[in-house]
């Protein structure tokens, strides 16, 4: 018993000593840019500069899920930071984006999907991030069309019972 425990002690130490990443990705004070609070334009700022800010993904049935991802480029002159990615509603979710400083030059993505259950008709949703560039936050849009009818499988075994 003494040996098993001993070696399970000796094991947990190794994965913790050695799990620990050299890499050190951590923020520091002097990589992040804050964006002077008059909104004025600031040259040092970082840029986020995106393939697009939106999609139209057209038509789509109802109950179909579509997922996109919006390329982007730090184009600025310092590290670009992800604060947040907020939906407009619980329809739309952020499924990735960048969580470490993305340093000038370096690319990212944010990928979002859009649940079309209960939405039929014309979509117009958001999707809000926040970084430390001016503006603070940018908004990317998805835009469609939501056709045909949803089925609703749970009222049909109740109207079988009344019918009986």
Known sequence: MKIKTSHFVIGLFTLVMFSCK?????????MIHF???????DEEAPIMTFDSVQINFGKIAIGE?????FKFTNTGKSP???????????????????TEPIAPGESGQITVEFNSKGFPGKVDKSVSVLTNCIPRTIDLKIFGEVVGV???????????????
């Open 65 to 69: 899920k579509v997922t996109h991802s």
């Open 80 to 98: 670009l930071i992800i604060s947040q990615v907020n939906p407009s509603c619980g329809c739309t979710t952020p499924k990735d984006w960048p």
């Open 35 to 41: 964006p002077p609070s008059s909104g004025e334009s």
């Open 150 to 164: 949803e089925k609703i499988d749970e009222v049909k075994p109740a109207i079988e019972m009344h019918m009986e």
């Open 22 to 30: 050299t890499d050190n990705r951590q923020v520091t004070s002097d």
